[in-house]
């Protein structure tokens, strides 16, 4: 079992930044990728950014350039550094973790954070 607990959500203004933290706990060793969810009012849920355990990362078109996703392993946290934030970003953010015991992949999930950009 793998427990994400988010933090960093919040207001701000279109041109501002936020750090969002994701804190793993529980059999955090056996994660292989993490990465960041949003679901905006009346849309799907996107992935957002994502980040291996090698620390390779990918990221959904519309961030590439502003957002950044990091993982500190042994602070079993993984980041994710929005910068250039625009109203179309407004979404809440949920932290997922990959556990993979083959033939098996399970996911987590975090509560999920709110962010709210302004224009």
């Known amino acids: 079992q793998v427990q994400l607990v988010e933090s960093g959500g919040g207001l701000v203004q279109a041109g501002g930044s936020l750090r969002l933290s994701c804190a793993a706990s529980?059999?955090?060793?056996?994660?292989?990728?993490m990465g960041w969810y949003r679901q905006g009012s009346g849309k799907q849920r996107e992935s957002v950014a994502r980040?291996?355990?090698?620390?390779?990362?990918s990221y959904v078109d519309s961030v590439k350039g502003r957002f950044t996703i990091s993982r500190d392993n042994a602070k079993n946290t993984v980041y994710l550094q929005m910068n250039s934030l625009k109203p179309e970003d407004t979404a809440v953010y949920s932290c997922?973790?990959?556990?993979?015991?083959?033939?098996?992949?399970?996911?987590?999930w975090g509560q999920g954070t709110q962010v709210t950009v302004s224009s």
């Open positions: 529980g059999s955090a060793s056996s994660i292989s990728a």
């Open positions: 980040i291996t355990s090698g620390g390779g990362t």
């Open positions: 997922n973790a990959v556990v993979r015991i083959p033939p098996r992949v399970y996911n987590y």
